[in-house]
């Protein structure tokens, strides 16, 4: 059964007030954070924070280079947001770009990621990330992942050089490095939760390993080369978030409750840079008042997006933080996804079994006429009819008022049954986070390296800028983790 990332709102919402409460708390004092143990309880080469994609790509890479390495995680299970995620991946690998005919280069895809991001991320990690994509979809399927056939552009994603595992989801990556790890014996740990990292100084020295929380009692571990942090982002944390964007508190999250932020606090505890910390993504999701959702957005192409008054408002194939804006600007934050059995059948390829729930459970609606359709969700059937219409003789022109690009105007809302259903913003990604380096090792407020700290996936910042695009989380925590996991294996 394909896991969705979204399926686990429930369980966060306590998770978030939990971490929110945590966010508030005292931190202790500086001699506290940087007190070196007298003994160390373990040691280790090379100790990972965090066992989702970023956390076993550097724990696999360091193992493989020969370091006695842990991958610690706090989650009863490991697989992080990845395991919950979509899937979709960026990668301009040249057999598949050229077999769907289309033109692409890695060139292309860090020009488009830079300007994506208003040009606030670094453009040498950008321009790893795109040249290190291909590399890492090849160690992908070297570790076992089997990807569906073909390239598609993803929702946000600005480009057709997306892919997505056969499974349909990022639970197959978690999947394939679970079995991976166990053929070279790497340790993962679940239920073991880092509390802090400790370091020789509060501001100077070497990190020396990890104080670790497991089943209520700490422990000190040490790190004789290096401390990667891949434990993830924040939006599972309400209050944090809201500090840096106070319209986001009382939104739902798509993130696992373990989205916390404390590693990256940890980070900052000890002098570590953070950028980029009110860059918040959101993403169409469950709307207000609902506890379910459908997904007939993801081929996008084949959807259009309207209000509550029956209107289109904003090009469906823009940049994510564009989308957000504008959809937190409609009545009650509330908008609705369209489009009919084509693009239904088109999406079903990644959410089959969500989209046939949320008919059944009131969150997806078909009907045979567009008038019954708006019916169906309160809204205005001659307004909808009218909308449908124009975006039809749209895809004719190829030319939208609002700015949806002509190789998105392809196909037409046209064939019954049609399909609508509700949906509002989630908090999704934080692009917000450690600073790193080409090698990912973690910068100081003063641009120097920390020595034995290194971090990757949504734990930095500097990669996306002020937006991500969609499928290039994926191809960041799997190129940054293996970049983390041997420069720390190196030392």
């Not at 349909?168 to 053929?183: H, P, R």
């Not at 407020?445 to 989380?473: M, W």
């Amino acid at each position: 059964m394909t896991i969705s990332r979204r399926s686990f709102i429930s369980g966060i919402v306590a998770g978030s007030a939990a971490a929110g409460a945590a966010f508030a708390s005292d931190r202790a004092n500086a001699a506290g954070l940087c007190s070196i143990p007298t003994k160390w309880d373990q040691t280790w080469d090379v100790i990972v924070i965090g066992a989702g994609g970023a956390g076993f790509a550097a724990g696999i890479t360091a193992k493989e280079a020969g370091a006695k390495t842990v991958v610690l995680e706090k989650m009863p299970f490991p697989g992080g947001n990845t395991m919950v995620s979509g899937g979709g991946l960026n990668a301009a690998v040249e057999a598949d770009y050229k077999a769907a005919g289309v033109e692409d280069s890695p060139q292309l895809h860090a020009k488009q990621t830079l300007a994506a991001g208003d040009y606030r991320a670094d453009p040498e990690l950008v321009r790893m990330l795109a040249e290190g994509a291909p590399k890492s979809v090849e160690w992908l399927k070297k570790i076992g992942v089997h990807f569906r056939p073909g390239i598609y552009q993803i929702y946000g994603g600005l480009w057709p050089r997306c892919r997505n595992p056969e499974g349909q989801s990022g639970s197959d990556y978690i999947k394939a490095c679970v079995q991976y790890a166990k053929k070279i014996s790497l340790d993962v740990k679940t239920g073991h939760k880092v509390t802090r990292i400790i370091r020789q100084e509060p501001n100077a020295g070497r990190v020396l390993g990890v104080e670790v929380e497991i089943d209520g009692k700490k422990e000190n571990w040490r790190a004789m080369k290096g401390v990667v942090a891949a434990a993830g982002g924040y939006a599972a944390n309400a209050q944090m978030c809201a500090f840096f964007d106070p319209r986001l508190e009382k939104l739902n999250t798509t993130n696992q409750p373990c989205s916390t932020g404390e590693v990256l606090r940890s980070i900052q505890d000890i002098n570590g840079l953070a950028v980029g910390m009110d860059y918040i993504q959101c993403i169409p999701w469950t709307a207000p008042g609902y506890k379910n959702v459908a997904d007939v957005f993801q081929a996008i192409e084949y959807t259009i997006f309207v209000n509550k008054e029956g209107k289109r408002y904003v090009a469906e194939d823009n940049r994510r933080d564009v989308i957000r804006d504008a959809t937190l600007a409609q009545t009650d934050q509330t908008v609705y996804q369209v489009t009919d059995v084509v693009g239904f059948e088109e999406n079903n390829k990644f959410y089959n079994e969500m989209n046939h729930a949320a008919l059944k459970n009131g969150t997806l609606f078909a009907a045979d006429t567009i008038e019954e359709l708006a019916k169906k969700v309160k809204l205005p059937p001659e307004v909808l009819k009218k909308t449908v219409e124009e975006y039809n003789a749209m895809v004719d022109s190829k030319k939208d008022p609002l700015g949806r690009t002509a190789k998105m105007l392809s196909h037409k809302i046209a064939k019954a049954p049609f399909y609508i259903g509700p949906f509002g913003m989630c908090r999704h990604h934080t692009m917000g986070g450690a600073r790193i380096d080409a090698k990912a090792r973690v910068l100081d407020r003063e641009g120097k390296v920390i020595a034995g700290l290194y971090a990757a996936g949504e734990v930095t910042g500097g990669i996306h800028g002020t937006n991500r695009v969609g499928g290039n989380a994926i191809a960041d925590i799997f190129t940054f983790g293996r970049i983390a996991g041997k420069s720390a294996a190196e030392g």
